[in-house]
């Protein structure tokens, strides 16, 4: 942080990356309010959250070439712009196509904020034992998002409107993504060649396994939180739900903070594979979990494995990937645990309606063993031969 130019990418990346944690929900709230319609409401958010999915790794591709000033001017402007006349539309009681064409349009051009904000580390620390831990403050970031955002939508939604909640993610983000976009310095120069030539070749195969764990981190993530607001619920204390949640982020929180202060010897890879097993060991004690409390505890030690394992994805590609296409690498991450959150809520609301919100905990755990092997696989079968980086 000491690094000239780095306290203030760090926090305009922090501001760019509040409309993760708000659209959707806020989407949710505005919609079921105004509508009635939960269904309606969870499919139109959904839209957004696949949109960004989609073009999430076109953007890294164009940053790659071009640098990230002009996608961050615009993108932000459009997403700004799609989410006032989402409101309006709301408002106006609009069809509801125009409700997904706007969805999706935000969600489309959101900048990849946490994508670049690495790209900018990595350009400015160089590889090697400062850029682990710079992407362990990356994920400590991404943390304080996701406790923060929520609360934020909450409290707006209650206390004042839906709609000011909706406005103030499209403000945090149109204010983050602009003045990221002005912080030139730290802007890492686009490395594609203008003549049209071939750019440096990606591992294709090994960045699929990796996003394939990503996509397992989001399902998990995404079920996770859809059974604990079933337990809660069940069990008469349905307003402690946030809170044990924010339990579990706090845990990933404290873990990435530590991760980030340690030397590592271990490879990236080991470290990665010690990682998902440890996430799939502290999944296991859910099912028998029998009081609110207890959930707390367990899913704060869960949290402790969060952090390091998506530190660890980030490191793989780092190393795994030519620079000039690393923007582009990270986005299929951030794309695969996009994309991971709605499947896991779907498979984890039938598995509550099913077998209950206890029996439920076997999803997350089931994706948390497939987490596991797919690590070990990328590692025995898809690790290239050549090294980017050295730690």
């Given amino acids: ?41 969870g499919a139109v958010s959904g839209v957004a959250v696949i ?49 997904y064409a706007l969805s999706f349009v935000a969600g489309g051009t959101r900048p990849q904020v946490g994508s670049f904000v690495r790209a900018r580390w990595t350009h400015l620390l160089g590889r090697g034992r400062a850029l682990q831990t710079a992407f362990a403050l990356e994920a400590v970031g991404d943390e304080v998002v996701f406790i923060v955002g929520p609360v934020l939508v909450t409290a707006l939604a209650t206390q004042w409107s839906p709609y000011a909640a909706l406005t103030a993610a499209g403000v945090l983000g149109l204010a983050g993504g602009i003045w990221l976009a002005t912080l030139r310095a730290s802007d890492p120069p686009g490395r ?29 993530l995404g079920a996770a939180e859809v059974v604990t607001v079933a337990f ?42 010690i990682g998902t097993i440890a996430l799939a060991v502290t999944l296991a004690p859910l099912p028998w979990v029998n009081s609110v409390l207890l959930l707390g505890v367990v899913l704060f030690c869960c949290g402790m494995t969060i952090a390091p394992t998506m530190v660890a994805v980030t490191a793989c590609v780092e190393e795994w990937v030519p620079p000039e296409r690393l923007t582009e690498a990270i986005t299929w991450t951030v794309t695969g645990i996009l994309l991971g959150v709605a499947p896991g809520n779907a498979a984890a609301g039938h598995a509550v309606d099913v077998w209950g919100p206890s029996n439920a905990y076997w999803v997350p755990f089931g ?5 596991a092997i797919v690590a070990a696989v990328s590692i025995a079968f898809a690790r ?8």
């Fill in 1 to 41: 942080m000491r690094r000239p130019g780095a306290g203030a990418f760090f926090a305009a990346g922090i501001l760019g990356r509040m409309p993760i944690s708000m659209i959707g929900l806020g989407i949710v709230i505005l919609i079921a309010r105004e509508s009635g319609s939960y269904g309606l409401a």
């Fill in 51 to 99: 949109a960004g999915a989609l073009t999430g790794p076109v953007q890294g591709r164009l940053v790659d070439r071009f640098g990230q000033r002009l996608l961050l001017l615009i993108g932000s402007v459009l997403c700004t712009v799609a989410l006032g006349g989402l409101l309006v539309a709301v408002r106006a009681n609009a069809a509801t196509w125009i409700l």
């Fill in 192 to 220: 594609g060649k203008a003549d049209g030539s071939e750019q440096a070749r990606m591992p294709w195969l090994s960045i699929t396994l990796l996003s394939l764990i990503g996509l397992g981190l989001g399902a998990t």
């Fill in 232 to 273: 809660t619920t069940e069990k008469g204390q349905a307003g402690l739900a946030g809170v044990v949640l924010a339990i579990w982020a706090f845990g990933s929180l404290l873990a990435g903070l530590w991760y980030g202060s340690v030397h590592w010897r271990a490879a990236v890879e080991r470290r990665l594979l």
């Fill in 367 to 371: 994706v948390g063993i497939a987490c």
């Fill in 384 to 391: 290239p031969k050549e090294r980017f980086a050295h730690n």
